[in-house]
């Protein structure tokens, strides 16, 4: 996977060094099922979740460019909603250490700018659930277009039947906020 680099942070491939530190976010019970999934038990379990991400080449760490530590995860997946090929949907999840610090909008903007400049999709999707107000807030700062609500789309890992709010940018769209961003500097350089 490319590596890229934005002005506070480097997302690159995962490796097995990161294991220590993708543990200790992902035992945090307030990070994982705010993306939909259950802390993870133990060191095994994450290696095994580790080894997938190192395998698939999907997901990318995060990285505090400035520290070298491991902030969390970044992913550009086949979207199971959608037929387009040129589509794909962005996941992230950052270690509670590093909320409310805009490193995830910042990642965000940098997958973005991957995926319409050099991976060639044409359309972005991503979502949360209901209860996620800080990924709300990342996905309208980016700005992704809100498409609506699919009432009971996931079932959780403790059976929870939960909704899914859902957004998009287009291609075209992203070219014209790109314009109008990256005049202020807030928008990672292509």
């Known amino acids: 996977m490319k590596t890229i680099e934005t002005r506070r942070l480097i997302l690159r491939d ?3 060094d990161d294991l220590v530190a993708f543990n200790h976010y992902a035992t945090n019970p307030d990070v994982g099922p705010n993306a939909g999934w259950k802390p993870h038990e133990n060191l095994e379990e994450s290696q095994k979740i580790l080894e997938m991400f190192i395998r698939e080449q999907e997901v990318w760490a ?3 460019k400035e520290t070298k530590e491991l902030m969390g995860s970044i992913g550009l997946h086949h979207d199971g909603t959608r ?20 490193f995830a909008t910042e990642a965000t903007q940098a997958i973005l700018n991957y995926a319409f400049e050099d991976a060639g999709l044409t359309l972005v999707t ?16 980016c700005g992704f277009h809100y498409e609506g609500t699919l009432r009971g789309a996931s079932k959780l890992y403790d059976q929870t039947i939960v909704d899914s709010c859902s957004y998009s940018m287009t291609k075209d769209e992203y070219c014209k906020l790109k314009k109008v961003i990256t005049s202020d500097n807030n ?4």
């Not at 991503?126 to 700062?141: G, M």
């Not at 928008?187 to 292509?190: E, G, L, M, S, T």
Request: net charge positive; charged share 20%.
């Open 126 to 141: 991503i979502s949360h659930y209901p209860y996620n107000k800080r990924s709300e807030r990342v996905i309208e700062k």
């Open 14 to 16: 995962f490796t097995l």
């Open 187 to 190: 928008y990672p350089p292509a």
């Open 62 to 64: 995060i990285e505090n």
């Open 83 to 102: 037929a387009l090929p040129t589509c794909r949907s962005i996941g992230y999840v950052l270690s509670k250490d590093f909320w409310g610090h805009g």
